[in-house]
């Protein structure tokens, strides 16, 4: 960690010709927790990234966001999930979605790109809700997106699983739903309590897809679940209990510069299956 920093910011600088003083050094002392690390508390950001701004705009496949690297969660950006957006960009076209633990709206935006008819996004957080709404006339302002992208694009703040039983129990359905959440298994002592978590989410994430069929991203960034094997059996196991026909299309995972080591197959994490449920 803190020992290596001289040597990892030296080898930014020299690879990627990054001034030293604009690289942000980041400690999520609350993830090495639940991983077993507990060393003294960091202290963040540290007093050399003085002239990071405090705001950017950055651009993933044409598509702009607003992120604060000081503030928001890790770097305020998931790139791991760059290629599986731009799949739901190439889906979305005439259809309805859903986008369940949205964020700041990285697949929604890119469902709206796609052509979707109307995306609802659903997340707990009233930030990153503000910064998705912000995030949207963003893109409106700069041509990416059209000016009635305003009235496509519906919010609900709210636990996930809750809106979603409530949208089940309205019969509200989604010719495509997006089922993205945190990381529910930070170790594999919590895998069990996580596979009850995940087979709940996507038993309403199916009840949540149009009846006479549609599709469904679910997605599990926990290492433990993804290299345990039972993601996929979990979704069998949800279609039962969501009483609902399941095919699976793809499994994807994090984008290519996302690399696994061959020594090192701990490093795959990221799970992102395509199903059609019926």
Known sequence: VEKNEDLIRSAVVNKLGVPGDRILWKRADTRLKQDGFTAAPATTPSPTDSTVEESIVVKENGCLFSISPQNDQKTGFYC???MNRLMIRNLAKGKTVLDTYSYTGGFSFNAL???ATSVTAVDSASKA???LRYNLQLNIDH?????DAQHKLHTIEGDCPTVLEQLVEQQKTFDLVICDPPKLA???TQLDKALSKYTQVNALAMKAVHPSGGLLLSCSCSAAMTQSGEFVKMLQTAAKVAKRRLTILSETGAAPDHTVVAGYP???YLTAVLAHVQ
């Open 80 to 82: 791991d999930q760059r």
């Open 113 to 115: 790109m796609g052509g």
């Open 129 to 131: 809700l503000e910064a």
């Open 143 to 147: 041509g990416v997106l059209p000016a």
């Open 186 to 188: 930070p170790r594999r």
């Open 266 to 268: 701990e490093g795959k």
